[in-house]
DNA sequence: GATGAATGAGGGTTCATTCAT
DNA sequence: GATGAATGAACCCTCATTCAT
């Protein structure tokens, strides 16, 4: 019966065939051919549902947003105290990039051709993070009580905790590198996930 | 006279160029045609010098570390007193990235590529920061001041500071579309260099 | 309806083209648009049925290797008294490499470049000539019978035979400049020919 | 003092250095740069001395056979009987092949190339061989003590002496392959030489 | 919906050769 | 006589994409 005859699995093969793909060689470096062949698809289907590479490119990517947008979701972090949640959204944020290498890679390509796919993706805009409402109430409720910081801005704090795990994991090879330490060592890995939450709370605390 | 006969210049002109192209194009999208033509040499020469393009790309990143690191240099942090040593480093650092974008689009194009690159290179062993030595010092002093806590890691520090800025920067696009902002626009800009000193500095304090 | 839509014809006329081009210009000299345009096909096809210039080469190699094995087989030396039987080997052998010079070329060019690429063919292995068995076949009974000397090697004797026509074609363009000869005029490639078989059913009778 | 300001000496190295890369990469393989390098001589002064790359070539085929020729020239066989004199040019150009593989593959590459240098070489044709007359002389001998059969041509027997061995010697690795035999194992290499000897002597025989 | 065959525009790289000193 | 730097024409190969079935 071959692979055939069922649309929607043909479909979601592919798209995660290219996120692999993408994720490992950039765009340029991607190959549509390799695309086809480890989604045991036709090269012909790739352009029959995507319209093209790049076009594959913006739903791999915007796939990829999605995803990390419903894991941040579901973190429920609205009935929490705000230290709690401060600490748990900085867990979440570091072990979702950990885990999902293939979303910094992604990220990186895209920003390394100026955001010219998500420019055009309205989609990403919807995803727009309601997590930036979310943070901003922790840290107004954090600040009720004393315990935090005034005059910080949400998206600030976003990027920074998105930023401190970000440059250590995604330039992980040059700083092995350059500080010749395996950066990827369970222990060293333990040590920044400390170090990224003694930062971000010590730098709130009041 | 044409442009030959000074093979130090035509070598240089050509690294130039090189580091334009990869910075906008990263690696695979980079072309020769047009290093060699922006360097107004001939595209053999680019061989003739550094022996592949790969190489070339090579020569380019050790060259745009060099730099940084020399300009780290000049910073003099030894002799001032912990806070402000700190104050300039993160001043700095915030700076370099943002007036040379290049750097960051190398260093990302070097871990799309698992640093294959610095991986065979002594050069960038050897540029080996001096600074993490200073820093060690830094936070030394200022732990003895009873300024700031104890054990934090100068790596991890030197990390937080990089990646406070690089994600910011290196991500705008993405970033402005997602969090509907302009991330260069002047204000934004200064209000970004203010939260990286407020975080940092809150952070480390004792 | 252009060329395409018949793989196997389009993947024989690209044999075909690569055979003339690779036995007039040898591997090195060979033109890989030359051979394309020859087969009136494009030139990826040539990739994609061969996968790179020097598998074509192989290809050809083989087929020319395959021509000359079915030939040598329809000859039906078993059942005809030796020296006829030798006779008859001689005469095919000689009218083969006249009439095959793109043979000669392929090997010359092969030998040139130290039996690389044969060298990992399994096919020409396979294709390991019976006749020698018939050979020996010949030489036993002919020896049986008190015509031919004892003690002939069949694969020694094979190679004489080649060899006395070999040298005389593949080098005749040094040989008739150094003998100032015409060596393809149609009376010296008769007297070749009778040379030839004088030589070998001589060299061998008892 | 390097190697300069001896203008012979360069010529000559640069003449050796070209006979060893086309023997071991053909004409078109050749490398202008490697010859130079071999040579410890500068690129510019190959086209001093000799013109061109196929200038090259030839005054390195020029060179092998007159090497050849001179070594023929002192291998006396006037004054030896008939048969002595046959076997010894035998045995003297099996012996040549073997230990001047470079000279057939200047042999090979240049009737690969359809004799184009020899073409226009006027040395080559003045050294056209005397020993077709020394050979001759020996058949004319010969025939006359009832040794050896009436009707040889010299040129043709020439050719069979040289074929038996070039074929075998230039064409080994092919040969080995399909043959399933090391040719160039001394045992292998002695088998040859007798059968040689065997096959001439016993094919001129009366 | 799906397939294998076909396309043409470059991609990086190499080459023999020549220029300026 | 000798050198390193420079040239431009190709060469092999690859790629995203589309056609015919």
């Not at 649309?7 to 290219?18: G, H, N, V």
């Not at 990220?107 to 805009?125: D, P, W, Y």
Request: proline share 3%; charged share 30%.
């Amino acid at each position: 019966m071959k692979n055939g005859r069922d649309p929607l699995r043909t479909r979601s093969r592919i798209l995660a065939a290219a996120t692999a793909e993408f994720a490992h060689h950039g765009l340029g470096g991607a190959r549509v051919d390799r695309i086809a062949r480890r989604a045991g698809a036709n090269k012909r289907m790739l352009y029959y549902y995507f319209g093209s590479k790049e076009d594959l490119f913006l739903a791999a990517l915007e796939q990829a947003y999605a995803h990390i947008r419903s894991a941040e979701h579901e973190l429920d972090l609205e009935h929490r105290d705000p230290r709690e949640a401060l600490k748990r959204l900085i867990e979440f944020t570091w072990n979702y990039y950990l885990e999902h290498p293939e979303f910094m890679t992604l990220l990186a390509t895209e920003n390394l051709h100026k955001g010219s796919h998500v420019h055009r993706s309205k989609r990403v805009q919807r995803l727009h993070s309601p997590l930036v409402d979310t943070l901003r109430d922790i840290l107004r409720r954090g600040e009720r009580e004393g315990l935090f910081r005034r005059g910080i801005d949400p998206v600030q704090l976003y990027i920074s905790i998105a930023g401190e795990g970000y440059f250590y994991l995604s330039n992980r090879y040059t700083l092995s590198r350059i500080f010749d330490r395996d950066l990827m060592a369970p222990r060293a890995l333990a040590a920044r996930a400390g170090h990224i939450a003694d930062m971000v709370l010590n730098a709130v605390r009041r």
